[in-house]
């Protein structure tokens, strides 16, 4: 009991000073055990696949890339606060992934979370606009938040043009700063 109490003391004065992603034990409530969803896998909806642009209000355009059973995606958020990252494999309609996320204009430890998370490829009950349906946790978590996203109809994935800090703008070669 001592040691847990001491574990947890620690990880609250280091989610003061650090992130907690650099603290063992920190971001699972004292090595308690990860999150996991309960999820079983159906068939792919007929002519669907995981390829495309999806929206979500806060997490802006998530695009995504199946090649296989694998699945490659990134996102920047609508307020342009932070982007994305995102692979993972599916099963029918099922993909389950591991995820990070970068705050734009912060560097370190803190200017990243990281997480696992699911969706589940639903068609509508009028089966006109595809849905990803699905949550992520933080760390070893794969729940703990919904991620809810609409299917864009006349869009193209495009994972080059999530280009992270950069907003689209080049940067400099290495060695040529003045």
């Given at each position: 009991?001592?040691?847990?109490?001491?574990?947890?003391?620690?990880?609250?004065?280091?989610?003061?000073?650090?992130?907690?992603?650099?603290?063992?034990?920190?971001?699972?409530?004292?090595?308690?055990?990860?999150?996991?969803?309960?999820?079983?896998?159906?068939?792919?909806?007929?002519?669907?696949?995981?390829?495309?642009?999806?929206?979500?209000?806060?997490?802006?355009?998530?695009?995504?890339?199946?090649?296989g059973s694998n699945v490659v995606?990134?996102?920047?958020?609508?307020?342009?606060?932070?982007?994305?990252?995102?692979?993972?494999?599916?099963?029918?309609?099922?993909?389950?992934?591991?995820?990070?996320?970068?705050?734009?204009?912060?560097?370190?430890?803190?200017?990243?979370?990281?997480?696992?998370?699911?969706?589940?490829?639903?068609?509508?009950?009028?089966?006109?606009?595809?849905?990803?349906?699905?949550?992520?946790?933080?760390?070893?978590?794969?729940?703990?938040?919904?991620?809810?996203?609409?299917?864009?109809?006349?869009?193209?994935?495009?994972?080059?043009?999530?280009?992270?800090?950069?907003?689209?703008?080049?940067?400099?070669?290495?060695?040529?700063?003045?």
């Open positions: 009991m001592k040691a847990k109490i001491l574990v947890r003391s620690v990880c609250l004065v280091a989610t003061l000073a650090f992130s907690v992603a650099l603290i063992p034990g920190c971001g699972d409530g004292g090595g308690g055990e990860a999150k996991h969803a309960t999820i079983s896998s159906g068939p792919m909806p007929e002519g669907e696949s995981w390829t495309g642009v999806y929206f979500h209000p806060v997490y802006g355009y998530l695009h995504l890339v199946e090649e995606g990134k996102w920047k958020r609508a307020d342009q606060s932070k982007w994305g990252e995102l692979s993972g494999t599916h099963t029918g309609n099922v993909l389950r992934f591991t995820w990070k996320e970068h705050t734009i204009g912060l560097v370190g430890a803190g200017g990243e979370s990281t997480g696992k998370g699911h969706f589940i490829y639903k068609m509508p009950k009028d089966g006109k606009i595809p849905e990803l349906d699905g949550q992520y946790g933080i760390n070893n978590d794969e729940t703990g938040s919904d991620w809810h996203n609409v299917k864009q109809q006349r869009m193209t994935p495009d994972l080059k043009s999530i280009n992270g800090d950069t907003g689209g703008l080049a940067t400099p070669a290495a060695g040529k700063w003045d």
